[in-house]
């Protein structure tokens, strides 16, 4: 054979032969094209989600996504699991009814912001203080993305949105914060441009007995970027120059403010009764062993 | 002025122009579009009030009864699932008598999810104390917008404003906005029957009894029956007030003059269409192709649905030899809502219409002109043919 010929680069036929994503077993297809706007990272949030299920040794046959409203709520529809596409703000308590009517399952909720904690925060602590046997992944979008990018409780202060075209006057959440305040037992903070920190720490929230919570900072170019005249890859340079990663950090030094740093890592993992297992003890095995002794 | 916007924007003109005081409101489509122009005012200065960015519509309504319960002007707005998730505030607002303004921009309800329009959201809200006013076009929606207050406010009742999803809400229309000033005249700033004042301290909304009993004062005070006898009798009171205040604004604005029926090829119709909201605009061609044909029909559009105008329905409709109701939303296990009042309305009239119900353009399904064609052919030719039962039109089983 002639070498040229041998280094010649043959164009892959790009009609006949369908291009497999290496996730595609996991993905419904034929939902795909998706609906995520380019320059958007709840892909890349969605993808380490999906790759951390399958290292995580979990039986996916065994494992349910929930979703709630918003851009990152379809993460539900496009997953090829038992998968819940819920009412805005009721991913965290679908997700519950769910693990306690069928414990052995492992239930993901995979949600944004807005759902996960302004309409829906409520869900969030109490589950988080029952130390439910829960994982929660949140990206953080900073935005109502879905609805066209109104200010949310995630917004940083002074960032232009739909409905604070001067500046948002209102403080952020910090989300770990919170998380730790209300009980969770595993919490940690990454970004989309640490796709690989991120999946492994994605996969040790799935194999957490207790309440996991992983806060996913994504850019929304959009919805939330043009206004602040930040492009997808601007935003990741941000998020390449102003975060550092410090684990086991306090919870109270993670205040989101990109005129400073943003802290990222894995905060808390720390080991306490679930709800089932404290549930089991306080009330079944309780009136069994009273039965017996009866 | 007249300008070119869409329906979400004719109504944040409306209650830039009402002068509301406290906004607040929550993101859901296809009402978001209106929250954010509200915002754009108030953030721009054109609009002096309070926008609050609350975290969800159980909260905008929250935020609106006490904004409305201190002497404010107060406006949200919602659609669908939205509008659902409000539901124990609205029971809340009517019952304690708060003049609040929302605009409901009608989108289907879950589940299964859709975003697109049907009337289901505002019609499962019916019995909640709140009025309802449905407009057809986007100057009915900025029209109306100004009216609700003045009527919520004369009947210490509140309204909700309703108007299609996508086919108002986000198409472009030409249409006016009224003059400040006059509108300053038409409707004067609020002046509450109570609010909270610190110098005398009020606490309202207290557990009731069943029955009557003496309050602090030894004065016997009604008890939850009579506060709710009251607010149905002030609320059927109130179809009388909307017609006053359509009178006032004809003179003012040179516009309406249908407060409760907007009739269209009515006068020697023995056929009627009715249905709600921009429905009636669109049957308007159909009518006009039937005409030709021949056949004597008109169409009318509902403009109040809360308090129901039964006398006035009743007026439009007996004698005639067939009235056809078409609706975007359905009493599951019953029958449409709207068809079942039309039916009660016409019961002690002396000629009674046949009266046939269709169901249509569920969760944004296109209605089709060949479709309305042909419903109203059937229903005009052959009116015994169909019985109590809803058809519904465009189902594809």
Same mark, same amino acid.
């Given at each position: 054979? $002639?070498?040229?010929?041998?280094?010649?680069?043959?164009?892959?036929?790009?009609?006949?032969?369908p291009?497999?994503?290496?996730l595609?077993?996991?993905?419904?297809?034929?939902?795909?094209?998706h609906i995520?706007?380019?320059?958007?990272?709840?892909?890349?949030?969605?993808?380490?989600?999906?790759?951390?299920?399958?290292?995580?040794?979990l039986?996916?046959?065994?494992?349910?996504?929930?979703?709630?409203?918003? +851009?990152?709520?379809?993460?539900a /529809?496009?997953?090829?699991?038992?998968?819940?596409?819920?009412?805005h /703000?009721?991913a965290?308590?679908?997700?519950?009814?769910?693990?306690?009517? $069928?414990?052995?399952?492992n239930?993901?909720v995979?949600?944004?912001?807005?759902?996960?904690?302004?309409?829906?925060?409520?869900?969030?602590?109490?589950a988080?203080?029952?130390?439910?046997?829960?994982?929660?992944?949140?990206? $953080? $979008?900073?935005?109502y993305?879905?609805?066209?990018?109104?200010?949310?409780?995630?917004?940083p202060?002074?960032?232009?949105?739909?409905?604070?075209?001067? /500046?948002?006057?209102?403080?952020?959440?910090?989300?770990?914060?919170?998380?730790?305040?209300?009980?969770?037992?595993?919490?940690?903070?990454?970004?989309?441009l640490?796709?690989?920190?991120?999946?492994? +720490?994605?996969?040790?929230?799935?194999?957490?007995?207790?309440?996991?919570f992983?806060?996913?900072?994504?850019? +929304?170019p959009?919805?939330?970027?043009?206004?602040?005249?930040?492009?997808?890859?601007?935003?990741?340079?941000?998020?390449q120059d102003k975060?550092?990663?410090?684990?086991?950090?306090?919870?109270?030094?993670?205040?989101m403010?990109?005129?400073?740093?943003?802290?990222?890592?894995?905060?808390?993992?720390?080991?306490?009764?679930?709800?089932?297992?404290?549930y089991?003890?306080?009330?079944?095995l309780?009136?069994?062993?009273?039965?017996?002794?009866? | 002025?007249? #300008?070119?916007? *869409?329906?979400?924007?004719?109504?944040?003109?409306?209650?830039?122009l009402?002068?509301?005081q406290?906004?607040?409101?929550?993101?859901?489509?296809?009402?978001?579009?209106?929250?954010?122009?509200?915002?754009?005012?108030?953030?721009?200065?054109?609009?002096?009030?309070?926008?609050?960015?609350?975290?969800?519509?159980?909260?905008?309504?929250?935020v609106?009864i006490a904004?409305?319960?201190?002497?404010?002007?107060?406006?949200?707005?919602? *659609?669908?699932?939205?509008l659902?998730?409000?539901?124990?505030?609205?029971?809340?607002?009517?019952?304690?008598?708060?003049?609040i303004?929302m !605009?409901?921009?009608?989108?289907?309800?879950?589940?299964?999810?859709?975003?697109?329009?049907?009337?289901?959201?505002? #019609?499962?809200?019916?019995?909640?104390?709140?009025?309802?006013?449905?407009? !057809?076009?986007?100057?009915?929606?900025i029209?109306?917008? #100004?009216?609700?207050?003045?009527?919520?406010?004369?009947?210490?009742?509140p309204?909700?404003? !309703?108007?299609?999803?996508y086919?108002?809400?986000?198409t472009?229309?030409?249409?006016?906005?009224p003059?400040?000033?006059?509108?300053?005249?038409?409707?004067?700033?609020?002046?509450?029957?109570?609010?909270?004042?610190p110098?005398?301290?009020?606490?309202?909304?207290t557990?009731?009894?069943?029955?009557i &009993?003496?309050?602090v004062?030894?004065?016997m005070?009604?008890?939850?029956?009579?506060? &709710?006898?009251n607010?149905?009798?002030?609320?059927?009171?109130?179809i009388?007030?909307?017609a006053?205040?359509?009178?006032?604004?004809?003179?003012?604005?040179?516009?309406?003059?249908?407060?409760?029926i907007?009739?269209?090829?009515?006068?020697?119709?023995?056929?009627?269409?009715?249905?709600?909201?921009s429905?009636?605009?669109?049957?308007?061609?159909?009518?006009?192709?039937l &005409?030709?044909?021949?056949?004597?029909?008109?169409?009318?559009g509902?403009?109040?649905?809360?308090?129901?105008?039964?006398?006035?329905i009743a007026?439009?409709?007996?004698?005639?030899?067939?009235?056809?109701?078409?609706?975007?939303a359905?009493?599951?296990?019953?029958?449409?809502?709207?068809?079942?009042?039309?039916?009660?309305?016409?019961?002690? !009239?002396? *000629? &009674?219409?046949?009266?046939?119900?269709?169901?249509?353009?569920?969760?944004?399904?296109e209605i089709?002109?060949?479709?309305?064609?042909e419903?109203?052919r059937? *229903?005009?030719?052959?009116?015994?043919? #169909?019985?109590?039962?809803?058809?519904?039109?465009?189902?594809?089983?």
């Amino acid at each position: 054979m $002639n070498p040229k010929d041998q280094n010649k680069y043959e164009e892959p036929n790009m009609v006949d032969t369908p291009l497999h994503h290496p996730l595609d077993d996991l993905l419904r297809t034929d939902r795909i094209p998706h609906i995520w706007c380019p320059g958007c990272g709840i892909g890349t949030a969605f993808s380490a989600c999906l790759q951390a299920m399958r290292t995580s040794g979990l039986d996916l046959e065994k494992t349910v996504m929930v979703s709630g409203i918003g +851009c990152s709520g379809r993460g539900a /529809g496009y997953v090829k699991l038992d998968s819940y596409h819920t009412t805005h /703000g009721r991913a965290i308590p679908f997700a519950t009814g769910m693990k306690l009517a $069928n414990p052995d399952l492992n239930v993901v909720v995979f949600s944004g912001d807005g759902d996960l904690f302004a309409i829906g925060g409520n869900h969030f602590i109490h589950a988080a203080r029952r130390n439910m046997a829960l994982t929660v992944v949140c990206v $953080n $979008n900073f935005t109502y993305g879905m609805t066209g990018g109104q200010v949310a409780a995630t917004t940083p202060y002074q960032a232009k949105t739909t409905t604070t075209p001067r /500046g948002n006057h209102e403080a952020p959440f910090n989300l770990p914060l919170l998380a730790y305040a209300s009980g969770a037992t595993l919490i940690a903070r990454w970004t989309i441009l640490h796709a690989r920190d991120l999946t492994e +720490c994605l996969k040790q929230a799935l194999q957490h007995s207790g309440f996991s919570f992983v806060e996913i900072l994504s850019p +929304c170019p959009v919805n939330y970027g043009r206004r602040n005249r930040q492009s997808a890859l601007d935003m990741l340079k941000m998020f390449q120059d102003k975060c550092i990663i410090q684990n086991n950090a306090s919870p109270a030094d993670l205040e989101m403010d990109f005129a400073k740093r943003i802290v990222l890592g894995k905060f808390v993992h720390v080991q306490r009764p679930t709800c089932i297992e404290t549930y089991d003890k306080t009330c079944r095995l309780a009136d069994f062993s009273k039965g017996k002794a009866a | 002025m007249h #300008i070119i916007e *869409s329906g979400n924007v004719a109504a944040a003109y409306g209650v830039n122009l009402a002068r509301a005081q406290v906004i607040a409101a929550y993101p859901i489509t296809p009402q978001t579009p209106l929250t954010e122009k509200l915002s754009e005012l108030v953030d721009a200065g054109e609009m002096n009030a309070q926008y609050i960015p609350v975290e969800s519509e159980h909260s905008a309504l929250s935020v609106c009864i006490a904004a409305s319960s201190a002497g404010s002007r107060a406006f949200t707005a919602t *659609s669908a699932n939205g509008l659902l998730y409000m539901n124990e505030q609205l029971h809340w607002a009517a019952g304690a008598r708060l003049p609040i303004v929302m !605009c409901v921009v009608n989108r289907g309800i879950g589940a299964p999810w859709t975003v697109w329009n049907d009337h289901q959201d505002a #019609i499962s809200q019916r019995d909640t104390g709140w009025m309802q006013l449905y407009a !057809c076009d986007h100057q009915q929606i900025i029209d109306t917008v #100004i009216q609700a207050y003045y009527l919520a406010e004369t009947v210490s009742i509140p309204v909700m404003v !309703c108007y299609d999803g996508y086919i108002l809400s986000h198409t472009y229309m030409p249409f006016e906005i009224p003059d400040a000033k006059t509108v300053d005249m038409f409707l004067p700033p609020f002046t509450p029957a109570y609010a909270l004042e610190p110098s005398n301290p009020a606490n309202l909304n207290t557990v009731t009894l069943p029955d009557i &009993r003496p309050d602090v004062r030894g004065n016997m005070a009604p008890a939850y029956m009579e506060i &709710r006898h009251n607010l149905h009798m002030d609320m059927r009171e109130a179809i009388d007030v909307v017609a006053d205040i359509d009178k006032k604004f004809k003179k003012t604005f040179k516009r309406g003059g249908n407060p409760y029926i907007e009739p269209y090829r009515c006068d020697d119709a023995d056929f009627v269409a009715i249905c709600l909201g921009s429905l009636s605009y669109q049957l308007r061609d159909v009518i006009d192709l039937l &005409r030709d044909e021949g056949l004597p029909v008109g169409v009318m559009g509902l403009r109040l649905f809360r308090p129901f105008p039964d006398q006035a329905i009743a007026g439009a409709l007996s004698g005639r030899k067939c009235v056809i109701v078409f609706e975007k939303a359905l009493s599951y296990g019953n029958q449409g809502a709207l068809y079942a009042d039309i039916k009660s309305a016409l019961y002690p !009239c002396k *000629s &009674r219409p046949i009266v046939h119900n269709y169901i249509l353009g569920l969760g944004g399904r296109e209605i089709k002109t060949a479709q309305l064609i042909e419903a109203l052919r059937k *229903s005009c030719k052959k009116p015994k043919e #169909i019985g109590d039962t809803p058809v519904w039109i465009g189902l594809k089983l």
